[in-house]
């Protein structure tokens, strides 16, 4: 039997991605007020940022992969406007619900899709940017789901992904303690769930550091990875391009 990290627990891999829907299943009416409770609200910059880097213009085509609420889907699709396309997947029914009447009041109507990552149903080469966050350290095959996202790249098409990543060492242990004190009560005080979010700490502690990405997002088929560093590498962005 084949397993995979789950936290800092083992599971079976088929396992994982029923786990992984329950975290969110769980969280997902809560899911924006917790973004801004545990990041002071930065996480709204962190995704400005990555959709001012992806090099996307009016017209372009954007896949926001693991949409979730929404807050990516939205700023593509003032970015590339009326001539340009921009569709949300997730493989969680719950939080595309979430993310798609968000979007209906904000006035746009967004095509979604319910997928995983791992098998996208579009063609090859359909998308000038395809982007993901917060959602790579979720996946079960990490390997399979960027070589999924490069597939449907155009050439020229860049893929992003804005991800937990590894902190400034000097800050590492006040960092830990947030993360494994103060995040799991906060998510109990406002889900009612301390679990799902003591999974989100352990998730981004078995997600691949700066390097580690970049080596697989080359191995991908991607070039030019280069990556940012954000909040002292709290979190950090991504950006590779398949020629």
Not at 171 to 181: H, I, M, N, V
Not at 208 to 232: H, I, S
Request: charged content about 30%.
């Amino acid at each position: 039997m084949k397993t995979t990290d789950f936290g800092f627990r083992k599971v079976a891999e088929e396992e994982k991605a029923r786990k992984v829907a329950d975290v969110f299943d769980s969280v997902a009416d809560r899911y924006d007020v917790m973004n801004d409770l545990m990041s002071a609200g930065l996480h709204r910059l962190w995704k400005r940022f990555a959709v001012e880097q992806s090099l996307t213009r009016p017209g372009d085509t954007v896949l926001d992969v693991a949409g979730g609420t929404g807050d990516l889907t939205r700023l593509f699709a003032q970015r590339v406007g009326s001539g340009g396309r921009v569709i949300t997947t997730d493989i969680n029914a719950q939080m595309l619900r979430r993310g798609r009447d968000r979007l209906l009041d904000s006035g746009l109507m967004v095509p979604a899709a319910q997928c995983d990552a791992e098998k996208l149903p579009f063609a090859d080469r359909s998308f000038d940017c395809v982007c993901v966050a917060f959602g790579l350290r979720n996946m079960t095959h990490k390997d399979a789901a960027l070589a999924e996202m490069t597939r449907v790249l155009r050439p020229g098409g860049r893929l992003l992904v804005l991800e937990f990543s590894r902190v400034w060492q000097p800050l590492a242990p006040l960092y830990d303690a947030y993360s494994f004190q103060v995040l799991p009560r906060l998510g109990k005080l406002v889900t009612n769930d301390a679990d799902s979010y003591r999974y989100l700490a352990e998730s981004i502690r078995m997600h691949p550091d700066q390097e580690t990405l970049k080596q697989m997002m080359e191995r991908a088929g991607l070039e030019r990875v280069e990556y940012f560093n954000l909040a002292a590498g709290v979190v950090a962005l991504h950006r590779g391009i398949r020629f």
